[in-house]
């Protein structure tokens, strides 16, 4: 169990990359449009062309993961995330600015498909939920280290918007050797290459006491599906197509990466200045990590569903009065919504999403069914991030914030009527229960 965990925490460090990544940009954009003399079109790209590559590596990361498999599509992203990192700090002008930040958003969508897919692969169904938390965990551990790399870098000269987007080349680099350690998912072993007798080496060491029992039971979901060989949009898959595509679509217009890709800008909207609305991004993040921990504790508790209905009501509460704040023109208490926000927001949709979609598909087509649900996330993420500040501009913060809270309203109702229970049930039990439903 504990090489599990290590193995896990290993791939969890692509999560970290992945959130580091996404919010480091949020203390870069404004001095990269003053720069460059971008219009309002050219920034909300800058912003969003991460997001456009992430979607595409969420659509497209599911081939490498079936056909080369986890763990080299993972070196693979590490690569990304390095490439990308060095490009972007050294861009000379904002067209390779792009490129680069489009690399590392393939990096991020990919690695949204394949590091949830694998941790789910290798652990015991009573700690998954758990042990998938830990990728959502580092993501947001990444989120908190940039906002707080993105402060200490704000006050160093011209050159501090490079700074804070090259040093994500240490932990690339890390990730990238830290990779060569651990094995292949052994579900993927047999489902893909039939390599028993290797995949029985790894259930070995994952369950020493029931490997057997999981060889077998991986062998009959395998001979099950090939002989329904069925793909992705079969009608028995309709319904985990459902919760994946319905999942990732509350989880974005939440409004979450419109908060965190443009904290500082909100907070100045509000009227806090430069340095204080760094600082209160920072919080955020601090806020974001610690209740993913808290989250990751309670998750193979109280299960998946409990979680996401506590955090719905929690959400529409916070947004409803960050609404309000901006309808009144009385800011004092923006803050302080926006961090309860982020509390509920981390302790059920953030902590849940990678697992509940890890979860709810065959062996057969889970690459594919978590590349479906990754990039819905991301095709909605890199809408939202390319609309917030023309919506923000146009409609005003009180409408925007409005719209994020009516969309959670139809989110409770989703997981209050239709959202089935997962945890402690084995991802074979699981293909069963789902795809009859």
């Not at 169990?1 to 290993?10: D, H, T």
């Not at 599906?225 to 509350?250: C, D, I, Y």
């Not at 193979?300 to 719905?312: C, K």
């Not at 309000?324 to 004092?332: K, L, P």
């Given at each position: 169990?504990?090489?599990?965990?290590?193995?896990?925490?290993?791939i969890a460090l692509g999560g970290f990359l992945f959130g580091f990544d996404t919010a480091v940009i949020s203390g870069a954009e404004r001095a990269i449009q003053v720069l460059w003399n971008l219009n309002v079109f050219e920034h909300g790209l800058t912003v969003s062309i991460a997001l456009i590559g992430t979607v595409l590596g969420?659509?497209?990361?599911?081939?490498?993961?079936?056909?080369?498999?986890?763990?080299?599509?993972?070196?693979?992203?590490?690569?990304?995330?390095?490439?990308?990192?060095?490009?972007?700090?050294?861009?000379?002008?904002?067209?390779?600015?792009?490129?680069?930040?489009?690399?590392?958003?393939?990096?991020?969508?990919?690695s949204s498909v394949t590091a949830p897919l694998y941790i789910s692969e290798i652990s015991p169904a009573k700690s998954r939920g758990r042990m998938v938390a830990l990728f959502q965990t580092n993501v947001v551990f990444g989120i908190l280290i940039a906002y707080l790399s993105n402060y200490a870098f704000e006050g160093i000269g011209e050159h501090a918007w490079r700074w804070m987007l090259g040093v994500q080349a240490v932990p690339s680099l890390l990730f990238l050797l830290l990779l060569l350690g651990v094995p292949e998912s052994p579900r993927w072993l047999i489902s893909k290459l039939g390599k028993v007798n290797e995949a029985r080496q790894i259930l070995q060491i994952i369950n020493p006491d029931g490997y057997e029992q999981d060889v077998q039971a991986i062998l009959i979901g395998q001979s099950v599906?090939?002989?329904?060989?069925?793909?992705?949009?079969?009608?028995?898959?309709?319904?985990?197509?459902?919760?994946?595509?319905?999942?990732?679509?509350?989880?974005?217009?939440?409004?979450?990466?419109?908060?965190?890709?443009?904290?500082?800008?909100?907070?100045?909207?509000?009227?806090?200045?430069?340095?204080?609305?760094?600082?209160?991004?920072?919080g955020i993040g601090l806020v974001n990590f610690c209740f993913?921990?808290?989250?990751?504790?309670?998750?193979?508790?109280?299960?998946?569903?409990?979680?996401?209905?506590?955090?719905?009501?929690?959400?529409?509460?916070?947004?409803?009065?960050?609404?309000?704040?901006?309808?009144?023109?009385?800011?004092?208490?923006?803050?302080?919504?926006?961090f309860i926000y982020i509390a509920f927001f981390a302790f059920s949709q953030g902590a849940v999403i990678w697992v509940f979609i890890s979860e709810i598909f065959p062996n057969s087509i889970r690459a594919k069914g978590q590349a479906l649900g990754s990039f819905t996330h991301w095709f909605m993420a890199a809408l939202i991030a390319f609309t917030f500040p023309y919506l923000s501009e146009k409609l005003g913060g009180g409408h925007t914030f409005s719209f994020f809270a009516i969309m959670m309203v139809l989110q409770l109702l989703f997981v209050w009527r239709i959202m089935p229970e997962t945890k402690g049930t084995s991802l074979e039990q699981m293909d069963r229960t789902l795809v009859i439903h």
């Open positions: 169990m504990k090489k599990v965990f290590l193995w896990s925490i290993v969420a659509l497209l990361g599911g081939i490498p993961s079936d056909r080369l498999g986890r763990r080299k599509t993972l070196i693979g992203v590490a690569a990304l995330y390095l490439i990308s990192s060095l490009g972007a700090a050294l861009s000379p002008t904002w067209i390779p600015f792009l490129f680069f930040r489009f690399l590392g958003g393939l990096g991020v969508g990919a599906q090939e002989h329904q060989s069925e793909g992705l949009w079969a009608k028995t898959n309709r319904f985990p197509v459902m919760l994946a595509l319905v999942f990732a679509f509350f989880n974005q217009v939440s409004g979450i990466n419109a908060i965190i890709y443009y904290a500082p800008r909100i907070f100045e909207m509000a009227g806090f200045e430069k340095g204080s609305s760094l600082l209160s991004t920072t993913t921990l808290l989250a990751m504790n309670f998750i193979d508790r109280f299960g998946r569903r409990t979680l996401m209905l506590i955090g719905s009501f929690g959400v529409i509460g916070t947004l409803i009065l960050v609404a309000r704040a901006f309808y009144t023109q009385q800011f004092d208490g923006v803050p302080y919504y926006l």
